[in-house]
């Protein structure tokens, strides 16, 4: 499928919020394919097909990928949160509407998908703002990429995360499956979920370290805004500069990400923020941050 056909949109594009001069830029999207919602500084991204359980399509997956690339440019989001509807997170590809159009491609054609299901993750990585899934149910396939991609994930004791690509006759290394994986729940446990298929529970996802914490499901959303809200109010600037280096210094030497880190928190000892904390401090008050 042409990538055009795949970023057909309804509503208002960023590109053209952002020429916008209105302070509110990101309240005013209009995503085709998830339902937006801004609240103060969070915004919240739920995948909205509860009639099967959030799937994808080529469109959602555009539309994703636009989303997180652009929320770079927008100031009025300083955290995002990632849930899906109908108390499950996403089931991956939708069978009928990305599954079966596949096998009609030729290799270029796959390739073109494969690269722009990576941009997904690679998108949520490198958008300033620290991003957190709330996993409820069942989180497969690109649905599991999802959440790995994610900075920080509260799960539910019924969460059931599966990375499926073997149990379709793939490679379980997919959208960053196999480097990111591992970091987060070690590589003999990222190993068995990815040549297996088999889901890992709420409790071995806690356990393992895949969640920061489990609740329960009524009050999952609630605390993962909470804890979105708590970072939107936080040094943002300084928190996107930690995103940056947890990142980037995966590949780097005892040299290189010290000297990194040395660079990184001079930028950040320039910031009004860091201005802010010294002055509260002093004064005995706690430091009202505004980002910059």
């Known amino acids: ?48 097909r509860p009639e099967k359980k ?7 997956y555009a539309e994703l990928r636009d989303t997180f690339r652009a929320l770079g440019y927008a100031e009025d989001v300083r955290a995002v949160v990632v849930t899906g509807a109908g108390g499950n997170f996403c089931t991956g590809g939708d069978v009928h509407e990305i599954i079966g159009p596949l096998l009609d491609l030729d290799m270029p054609g796959l390739l073109n998908f494969t690269r722009m299901t990576g941009d997904v993750v690679k998108a949520i990585r490198t958008c300033p703002q620290p991003v957190i899934a709330a996993i409820d149910g069942i989180c497969a396939g690109a649905g599991g990429a ?50 297996t298929g088999r889901a890992m529970t709420g409790e071995e996802g806690e356990r393992w370290g895949f969640y920061n914490r489990l609740v329960d499901s009524a009050d999952l959303l609630a605390t993962a805004q909470a804890f979105a809200g708590r970072l939107a109010d936080g040094p943002t600037f300084g928190n996107s500069m930690t995103k940056k280096m947890l990142d980037m210094e995966w ?25 802010r904390a010294y002055h509260a401090f002093v004064a005995r008050e706690k430091p009202v941050f505004e980002g910059n």
């Not at 959030?54 to 959602?60: A, C, D, G, I, V």
């Not at 005892?254 to 000297?259: A, R, W």
């Open 1 to 48: 499928m042409p990538e055009t056909d795949m970023l057909k949109r309804h509503g208002r594009t960023f590109g053209q919020i952002l020429e916008d001069t209105s302070p509110s830029l990101a309240a005013d999207y209009a995503p085709a394919h998830f339902k937006w919602e801004v609240d103060g500084k969070v915004a919240t991204i739920t995948l909205n």
């Open 146 to 195: 999802i959440a790995m991609a994610c900075d920080i994930r509260f799960g539910t004791p019924a969460a059931k995360v599966l990375y499926l690509f073997n149990r379709v006759g793939l490679a379980g290394c997919d959208m960053g499956a196999c480097a990111i994986l591992p970091r987060i729940i070690g590589q003999g446990r990222a190993a068995e979920l990815l040549y």
């Open 251 to 275: 590949n780097m030497g005892l040299e290189q990400y010290i000297e990194a880190e040395a660079q990184a928190q001079a930028i950040c000892m320039q910031t009004q923020d860091y201005h």
């Open 54 to 60: 959030n799937p994808l399509t080529f469109e959602s």
